[in-house]
């Protein structure tokens, strides 16, 4: 069992940056991929990024790469998502989650993984 808690959300406007934080239950980051999704009013939940759990290689949807940042604190059983150059487009409820048995290419499948955060909004102003 791996509990999940968001942090970070709020109101910006357009061009500003943004960084929300999951803090983890789960000690070993080795075991366990970590990601990122969000699901604005109406629509799908979307992939935003997601941190592979033996490599620690990085993946990113493609609305957002270049623009936002996975990273981890093992120490402090933290993962972030910086993300910069912020639109009304990414205005969204932003969930972490994490699995410890998905496969590579489920990674943007959110059917895929067991364990979710309960959710922080970004919202993004023009």
């Known amino acids: 069992q791996v509990q999940l808690e968001e942090s970070g959300g709020g109101l910006v406007q357009a061009g500003d940056s943004l960084r929300l934080s999951c803090a983890a239950s789960?000690?070993?980051?080795?075991?366990?991929?970590m990601g990122w999704f969000r699901q604005a009013p109406g629509k799908e939940r979307e992939f935003v990024a997601a941190m592979w759990r033996s490599s620690g290689r990085s993946y990113y949807g493609d609305s957002v790469k270049g623009r936002f940042t996975i990273s981890r604190d093992s120490a402090k059983n933290t993962v972030y998502l910086q993300m910069n150059s912020l639109t009304p487009e990414d205005t969204a409820v932003y969930y972490c989650?994490?699995?410890?048995?998905?496969?590579?290419?489920?990674?943007?499948?959110?059917?895929?993984?067991?364990?979710w955060g309960q959710g922080t909004q970004v919202t993004v102003s023009s």
């Open positions: 789960e000690r070993a980051f080795s075991r366990v991929t």
């Open positions: 989650t994490a699995d410890q048995t998905l496969i590579l290419s489920q990674l943007r499948n959110p059917g895929a993984y067991d364990y």
